[in-house]
Structure formats: C-alpha cells, structure tokens
C-alpha cells in the first residue's frame, strides 16, 4: 500500500510536526506494517504539488501542468493530519483553504482519504465552517483526538467514526535514566508578540518560574523544541535572550532531531513547556509534565487522558504558583503513568477504524 501523509514529515524544525509524522506513520504500520508512506508538507513539497497557494492549487486543476491529479492518483490512501491543529480558521482562511483543496483533489483523483487524529475546529467564519463541512463529508474516515473537536464536527454534519489521542502515544518508548530535574521548555512562538498572550507577560513569567524553581533547589534544563529556520518563532533564539538577560548559565538541549528530544525528556522528573508536543513527547515516554496552554488545543486532549496538570497562561491569577504547586505534588509520576494506559486504550479505537477503512479501500 502507497500512502500519502499530508502535512506532516519527518525533517520539519518544528518537533511537533515530526511527532506528528511519525506517530501518523507508526499508527499506520500497526494496521499496515509494508505500506510505503510519502510525507508532503510546506517544507518538503514535490513540484507536481503547488502547495504555496490556493490559485496555484486551482490552476494545477485546470490545467493539468504539472501532472498534480496523475501523482496524487498514485497513492492507495491518503491520510491528512493538518499539521495536528490547523483543520481550523483561527490560523486563517487562506491556510484552511489551501488544506481543504489538497484533499478535496486527491478524492477527486480516486484516493481514499482518511483525516488523521487531530483538532478539529474552531470555526468562526461561514467560510471556514462550509470548507469544513466539505472536508468532512468528502472523508471516507475522521478521527478527533479529543472530545470537543468530536462535538465541533459533530455540529457540522458529520460525527467522528472514532474519537482517540495524539498519535505521538503510537511512538516507542526510550529507556534511558532519569538524568535531569526539570525540563523546561521556553516558546518562541510566545516569546515575542502574538496573537495568543501578551509576550511581555510570558517573558516575565517565565523569568520568575526559574528564579522560584532555583529557590526550590530545582536544577532546569532548557529545551528547544522548534529548532532554526526561516520561520521566526524558534524555541532557540528565545532561549539565547532568556540566558543573555540571566546571570547564571542553565543546561540548554537543541535536539537534533525526534529521537533526541524523547530521550531528553524521558530522563527528566518532570517537564514544564508551552510547546504541546513538548509536553506529549513527555508524557508518552512517562514522564509527568506541566503544560503551560495557549489555545483550545491542549485542554480538551489533555482531560480526555485525565490530565488535569495544565496551567493556563490566558487565565491563571498566578502561573508560577501554579506551577510549583503542581510540581511539588507527590502524586504527580504516578498520574502520569495512568495517562499511558488511557492513551493505549484510546489508540487501540483508532487503529481498529483505520483497519476496517482499509479494508473497504481493498474491497
């Protein structure tokens, strides 16, 4: 079997995107373990997909150029992961849209189209709910990671076939020692200004979340988990301010690559990130983390696992208090552990459905 995983890969600077990818593909192989997997995303297109643009996209259609239809008739599945959280308008039509045709083209080209586990909604505008109501009916398989993006599609017409988690729970556990304390990984993406927090406000927190962590006797370890790119929120950059701006040097990992991010955040006590799949990566391997939430995206994924660690940066009185309370609670490893067989059970549900859709594309 030839799949097509859309807007996922495994070279992306973005590590969620690569845990994306490769959670994606490992759920695949469960079902399928010979399938030949082709990742297509905006870092890594092939010229036969003009992914820039919508009118790109429309005038591949009309005009046949590029030999779009013929390559994405090729492929026996295709199974599209909108990069986790992007089935969505909050990023903005024009991404939506651009998601929306690749996948209405490759149904048109005779593929089966499956939509991965991720986020579903929110949709704000009329235009973002009709291409969603579309993508959803032209699906021959939709599966949400969590509860509230099951209601969202729900409430467009067209219910999940399988409600389930992230797929990074689909990835192999790294054995290694517990080697460091805490694992704090800083955001880029909220390091300067946004549309999600007041960056200056983050920054603040964060800088106070290490001085009462030091005064706690906690050893930190910095993490990237968006590496350098053209892309201006690296983890990296906000790191170098964060230590320019400090007077005692702090352990940094800039991971080179998926595996070596897993492994650093198996060996740490505990994990504390803005990043999401920072804290996944964490808690798929067992390790317990503090998520500190942005969007929509982690709460509903996170209590449907019984993970009620979260500190939400949009409306807590008090973040780092929050914070050291949850770290300081001795429950906190063995929590993390239940989240592990919740998950398993929730993936078995997904690898089921994405058997018996197989099944009809062989049929």
């Not at 499956?114 to 109501?133: D, H, K, M, N």
Request: proline share 5%.
């Amino acid at each position: 079997m030839r799949t097509l995983i859309l807007w996922a890969d495994d070279a992306s600077p973005n590590l969620g995107v690569r845990a994306l990818g490769a959670g994606t593909a490992a759920l695949l192989r469960r079902v399928h373990p010979q399938s030949e997997i082709v990742f297509q995303n905006y870092g890594m297109r092939v010229p036969q997909l003009p992914i820039g643009r919508l009118r790109s996209l429309l005038a591949e259609r009309a005009t046949g150029r590029k030999g779009m239809q013929r390559w994405l008739a090729g492929f026996d599945l295709v199974i599209d992961t909108r990069s986790g959280d992007s089935f969505a308008d909050i990023y903005g039509i024009r991404r939506l849209a651009v998601m929306s045709a690749v996948a209405e083209f490759a149904a048109q080209a005779g593929v089966a189209v499956v939509l991965g586990p991720q986020t579903i909604g929110p949709f704000r505008t009329a235009t973002g709910r009709a291409l969603a109501r579309r993508s959803l009916r032209r699906s021959q398989l939709v599966m949400a990671r969590d509860s509230e993006s099951a209601d969202a599609a729900g409430a467009l017409g067209r219910p999940v076939d399988v409600l389930t988690t992230d797929v990074v729970f689909a990835l192999a556990r790294p054995e290694v020692q517990k080697s460091r304390d805490v694992v704090l990984n800083v955001s880029g993406l909220l390091w300067h200004p946004n549309p999600h927090v007041d960056s200056s406000r983050y920054r603040g927190t964060i800088h106070r979340l290490l001085d009462a962590l030091a005064a706690d006797g906690r050893e930190v370890t910095l993490l990237a988990h968006v590496l350098e790119s053209d892309n201006p929120d690296s983890d990296i950059d906000a790191i170098s301010e964060l230590l320019t701006e400090r007077k005692h040097r702090l352990e940094t990992v800039v991971p080179g690559g998926l595996d070596n991010v897993r492994r650093t955040v198996a060996s740490a006590n505990v994990v504390l990130g803005s990043r999401m799949h920072a804290c996944l990566n964490a808690l798929s391997t067992g390790t317990p983390a503090v998520p500190l939430p942005y969007s929509r995206k982690f709460g509903p994924l996170l209590a449907d696992l019984g993970w009620t660690r979260s500190v939400d940066l949009r409306t807590a009185a008090d973040p780092v208090e929050e914070v050291l309370a949850q770290t300081a609670d001795p429950r906190l490893t063995a929590d993390a552990g239940r989240v592990l067989e919740v998950a398993g059970d929730r993936l078995e549900g997904a690898v089921a459905a994405l058997a018996r859709g197989l099944d009809r594309v062989a049929t």
